[in-house]
């Protein structure tokens, strides 16, 4: 069965939705481009390092077996080489974040202009989706792929055409090149294909129509097994609680600030599960999909899989399904009028509100200002060789080798390692926080005075903050008898 196309408004009001959703296409783009400024953070760095060891553009698919490797973007990277702007290494994430947007509208079309507008609405000011939509890594080209192979097998069930199932397996091809975690969206429109054509009169029919639109991509997905999955190198990480990462995914999903708890989890599940049995109440196919894409397929395929290192970006490619899932349910009741009309739009301008606020955070401290701390260093501290020191070795290195290239920085640092402070003890300390929530701000009141083992007092002279899911805080703390 169909999707149940929506009574359509009359032309006047059908005209304003259209507008209204251009309109909010147009400043969720506006936001990205802002939330793109600023410093690259270390998984950015990281991807440029990996471009800059390349010899050739195929190192981008064959040599670097890390998962920091997102292979569409690294791939993007080295066809730009070396810029002075790093805007221009975030332009794929902000151009697949318009496009999927776009995607989106074109999907939720089929039910009706209203749940277009819905869903550009909860998409397009989603503070995860403008996050990392403006952010030079894989997973904003392999939403839009995802979303965009989506729509072109619908359209190939309701008339199939050849080049349909092509473009349906280039785009989940590529969805997969920019992220793995986009098997997470296969996986559910492969296991939703046999379910909804599971009515066919004998398995010889049902195996003809999966492999005209699946032989091809379930083919991929064991390529990229063979030649990605099975030599992926872990990697290393902060290590977060499930139950946290999980409960911060299910708030921020649904634009509550914070990094999430018990309550506003349970809320947004609640919420869910009653959205996609309104659809099979109502008979509905779609049902099934939402829930294999939003809860099933992800979490078999984490009870499979087991990752050492669990974070909220893992997910980001389910939610715009969560956003389409809450347009048609949502648009549903705005029809029905009266009470419901207005509790819906007191939701949507509830969610709304509290994607923005934390929008504003990223807008305003971006991934970091680990630049502004270099910059902060050369200004006050003598001519001479400035020493550096953290607990953070890896990361800071990197950060200092990067804004190196960018800053007139040449034979001005020393970073003195750990094991060599008490001999040469650094001038400044840089203390790392992680971002630990969706919260904006800092994450605890840091210590104004630390003093490691053996080594004189440091105070904290500067704090150097984040926003977003990316990043982290500067503390910078200075040897106390290098003032004055």
Not at 294 to 312: N, S, T
Not at 319 to 329: D, T
């Amino acid at each position: 069965m169909p999707l149940a196309r929506s009574a359509d408004t009359t032309s006047g009001s059908g005209r304003l939705l259209w507008i209204a959703g251009f309109a909010v296409i147009l400043v969720s783009a506006v936001l990205m481009a802002l939330a793109a400024r600023g410093d690259l953070w270390m998984d950015e760095i990281w991807s440029l390092t990996l471009v800059r060891d390349s010899r050739a553009w195929t190192d981008a698919f064959f040599e670097h077996h890390r998962p920091n490797n997102h292979r569409l973007n690294t791939f993007y990277l080295y066809l730009l080489g070396q810029q002075s702007s790093w805007y221009t290494y975030r332009l794929l994430a902000i151009v697949s974040g318009i496009g999927s947007l776009l995607t989106l509208g074109w999907i939720a079309r089929r039910r009706g202009k209203l749940e277009a507008l819905l869903v550009v609405c909860l998409a397009g000011f989603s503070f995860p989706l403008i996050h990392y939509f403006s952010e030079a890594r894989g997973y904003a080209p392999a939403i839009f792929f995802s979303l965009l192979g989506y729509a072109f097998l619908e359209s190939g069930w309701q008339q199939y055409r050849t080049w349909k199932a092509v473009a349906f397996a280039v785009c989940i091809a590529l969805a997969l090149e920019a992220q793995l975690n986009a098997v997470f969206v296969y996986g559910a429109l492969l296991l939703y294909s046999i379910w909804r054509n599971g009515n066919y009169r004998n398995i010889y029919a049902l195996a003809n129509e999966l492999v005209r639109f699946h032989g091809a991509p379930v083919l991929i997905c064991l390529v990229v097994y063979a030649g990605q999955v099975r030599t992926l190198i872990t990697g290393t990480g902060p290590v977060y609680d499930v139950g946290g990462v999980l409960m911060q995914t299910f708030s921020v999903a649904a634009g509550f600030p914070g990094e999430g708890n018990l309550v506003t989890t349970l809320a947004v599940l609640a919420a869910m599960l009653a959205g996609i049995g309104w659809l099979y109440r109502r008979g509905q196919q779609v049902w099934m999909l939402f829930l294999l894409v939003l809860l099933v397929v992800p979490a078999v395929l984490l009870l499979i899989k087991q990752p050492a290192f669990l974070y909220l970006r893992f997910f980001i490619i389910c939610f715009p399904f969560l956003y389409l899932l809450a347009s048609y349910v949502l648009a549903d009741l705005l029809r029905a009028g009266g009470a419901r009309r207005a509790a819906v739009i007191g939701l949507v301008l509830l969610s709304t509100a509290g994607q923005l606020y934390q929008t504003a955070g990223l807008i305003r401290d971006g991934r970091g200002h680990y630049s502004d701390a270099i910059r902060w260093m050369i200004e006050h501290s003598p001519p001479g060789v400035i020493t550096v020191g953290s607990e953070n070795e890896f990361q800071v290195v990197m950060m200092f080798a990067f804004y190196a290239r960018y800053l007139p920085v040449e034979g001005r640092f020393t970073y003195i390692k750990n094991t060599g402070w008490k001999d040469r003890p650094p001038r400044y300390l840089i203390s790392r926080v992680a971002y630990d929530g969706a919260r904006g701000g800092l994450n605890f009141e840091p210590e104004t005075v630390v003093q490691p083992a053996g080594l004189p007092p440091y105070d904290l002279v500067r704090v150097f903050p984040h926003a977003g899911f990316s990043g982290w805080h500067w503390y910078l703390y200075q040897r106390r008898d290098s003032k004055g």
